[in-house]
């Protein structure tokens, strides 16, 4: 499902609940729809507002823009380049998370779950941070030194000649002026308990909008008395 989940809590009971779901008579032979209507449940822009557990990763580069002083422009270009804003994206370099940092940055960083979304979005803000003062607030030099090592722009003062990194570069800056496609993805956080993520979900379930998208679910989870 697209919700960024990292508890096991959490991925316990959604799978627990959509496999009930899947499971039971009324949905039978309609599963898939059961499915998708329960997926978009958990992803529509009200989940982050209406329940504690929950947050955007819109919030969370706002929240990571305000800590480090780097702009939320720059962050949400930086993730749409690194890995389409996918928590789970690895390169073949080894880079790590939405913000594609590599297992040496993320040890300096003290990343310790680096596809945890949060957890990598203000990893990856830190260390831009870092970069943007070790180079007198250069876009251009703080983010060839973000891709391909601070050492490199020293030695060529200023982007080196790599064609990824030029790449990077121009691309980064070229999104930030279009604006990035910042997925509307609710972030359920692993510090949430058992009992607040069981709460939020049947809330959520609860007051879904009696329109046709959501009849099936509202129907099948009667069926199943989960509410």
């Known amino acids: 499902m697209k919700i960024s989940v990292v508890s096991p809590g ?5 799978e627990a609940v959509l496999e009930r779901l899947r499971e039971s008579e009324v949905s039978d032979n309609r599963t898939s729809d ?3 209507a329960f997926q978009k449940a958990l992803n529509t822009k009200t989940v ?3 329940i504690s557990s929950a947050t955007s990763y819109k919030d969370i580069f706002i929240e990571a823009s305000k800590k480090y002083g780097v702009s939320y422009d720059l962050l949400t270009a930086m993730a749409q380049q690194e890995s389409g804003f996918n928590p789970d ?3 073949r ?8 940092i590599m297992p040496e940055t993320a040890k300096y960083l003290g990343l310790k779950n680096p596809y945890d979304a949060y957890e990598n979005i203000m990893a990856g803000a830190k260390y831009m941070a870092e970069k943007l003062k070790e180079f007198s607030g250069n876009v251009d030099k703080a983010l060839a030194a973000y891709n391909a090592g601070s050492g490199a722009v020293k030695q060529y003062g200023g982007v080196p000649p790599y064609g990824e990194t030029r790449s990077y570069v121009k691309n980064i800056k070229a999104i930030m002026k279009r604006g990035a496609d910042v997925p509307y993805t609710n972030y359920i956080s692993p510090s949430a308990s058992k009992e607040q993520l069981e709460a939020d979900l049947k809330k959520l379930l609860r007051d879904l909008p009696d329109s046709e998208e959501y009849a099936l679910l509202k129907q099948t989870l009667a069926e199943i008395n989960y509410l």
Not at 10 to 14: K, L, Q
Not at 93 to 100: D, H, K, L, R, V
């Open 89 to 91: 994206a690895v390169s």
């Open 10 to 14: 959490a991925n316990g009971i959604y």
């Open 34 to 36: 059961v499915s998708r």
């Open 93 to 100: 370099s080894g880079a790590m998370g939405i913000m594609q």
């Open 48 to 50: 982050a507002n209406t």
